[in-house]
């Protein structure tokens, strides 16, 4: 599976470029424009948290895309002829996106706990009431409510980017299943993807009655600074990621069933 991982990465290096170059160009914009204007610098760290998200969705797409190329390229289709399991071969895709997310989301935690520093010192020299917030939010940060509640949050991302890729592999076994390479795959891939999500929300609606906005994740901007709002039910929240584990792992299975046995190779 190593040999399967390097193959992704190598295949899929020009978009993990681009996504570090877009990272870098705006932590350097900042860190220049912070030394000069306080507004200016500001509005780029706005722009590096959109930056963060549509880095995200960027890890996302490019997954999906690892798995729909091998579907439609021949070079793609070899990689399925290979020894390795079908199984590892798909999980690898995964482990692929899973790690080039959090080497960024890393890189992106780090610049912004760095920028936030930088900007409150600026705001301080300038003797803006934004250096006590920032200040505020810094500390709140480092303790151990805030760890918490972190890592329920990136567990909660990490069990539904699961569910969410695995669906999507679904949907193009599926579509490569019917229509077999013909015209169209990708529009009736799509219409298999819509149809297999809102199929899950309504498990889980009926299951535990989730969904309903009552276990929603959120930030809360306080007095004592940006907060961190999770639902207080952890068992309904722990039930909705078991869930997105075992629909991710039932697709998973399903993927592979379907390129193993029904789709010709």
Known sequence: MGRIMKYEIKKSRMIFLIMTVMMLILEAAFLIVNRFSINGSSIIALFLILSAFITYIMVLVNGVMMFSRDMREKSGFMVYMTPVPIWQIILGKILVCFISGAILFAAYVLFGYMDMGCLQKSMAAADSAGAK?????????MTMDAFKTIMRVLISILCSTFALLNAAY????????????????????????????????????????????????????????????????????????????????????GSSYLIKNKIDL
């Open 170 to 253: 679904l949907a193009i076994s599926l579509g490569n299943t019917v229509l077999r390479g013909k015209k169209g795959e990708r529009a009736i891939s799509f219409v298999f993807f819509v149809v297999i999500m809102i199929i899950l929300q309504i498990i889980s609606f009926k299951v535990a009655g989730l969904g309903s906005g009552d276990n929603n994740i959120g930030l809360v901007m306080d007095k004592s600074g940006l907060n961190f709002s999770v639902a207080a039910d952890v068992w309904r929240e722990i039930l909705d990621n078991a869930m997105s584990v075992v629909f991710g792992f039932a697709m998973f299975g």
């Open 133 to 141: 917030m920032i200040g505020m939010m810094l500390k709140n940060m």
